[in-house]
């Protein structure tokens, strides 16, 4: 992502954000391969960040074959339209989203006991009150279980951009607020809640 001075960054911003989040994006390029993608739940503890998916996947093979990888957390929120900034200037039309980038080192296993184990801490993140049968490689969960792997990412660097709302005054924020809620398209109306939760108090 292009890094702009225009979009600070707030480190408790990005942390609460990426913990909103469910999925994130791995991106993974083998040698002299192209690069591939692959949609995952994620658990973050730290600076290591916890997935799984299928053996079969290119993603995994493309993983084990370079470590190198990114994880990508990102919610488009909306376009917004060049007139609720600016009516002469076609080029204040633009894109507004949250996005993270965590440039990491992964290591990958596909010992069941890993993979339920994994699993496990997902779900109890993702389903902290639910109840299931528990976890483990026997006759219910085995013949899943052994197709799966788990991947570990160690986080290196990350990079973040929250694009909410226009680099511009309070009073063009709230625009585009305005614009978002007057036209109502899907995911407008959440948009305008993401940039006006940004603005100060009236």
């Not at 788990?150 to 305005?178: H, Q, S, Y």
Request: glycine share 6%; net charge negative; with cysteine.
């Amino acid at each position: 992502m292009y890094r702009s001075e225009n979009y600070p960054v707030d480190t408790v911003a990005v942390a609460a954000f990426v913990a909103s989040q469910r999925h994130g994006y791995l991106i993974a390029t083998p040698p002299g391969g192209h690069p591939q993608v692959s949609i995952l739940p994620f658990v973050k503890t730290g600076d290591e960040i916890e997935l799984h998916c299928v053996q079969d996947d290119p993603t995994f093979a493309a993983v084990r074959a370079n470590p190198r990888v990114t994880f990508f957390v990102s919610d488009f929120l909306a376009a917004s339209r060049h007139e609720w900034v600016d009516p002469r200037d076609a080029a204040r039309a633009t894109l507004n989203f949250r996005a993270v980038s965590f440039l990491c080192e992964a290591t990958t296993s596909t010992d069941p006991a890993h993979v339920a184990a994994a699993l496990a801490r997902l779900l109890a993140a993702y389903e902290p009150d639910a109840t299931y049968e528990p976890i483990v490689d026997g006759d219910f969960y085995g013949p899943r279980i052994r197709r799966l792997a788990t991947i570990r990412l160690r986080i290196v660097e990350t990079d973040a951009k929250f694009k909410v709302g226009p680099a511009a005054p309070v009073d063009v924020k709230r625009r585009v607020v305005a614009g978002l809620r007057s036209r109502g398209e899907p995911g407008d109306g959440r948009a305008a809640d993401v940039i006006a939760a940004t603005l100060p108090e009236e």
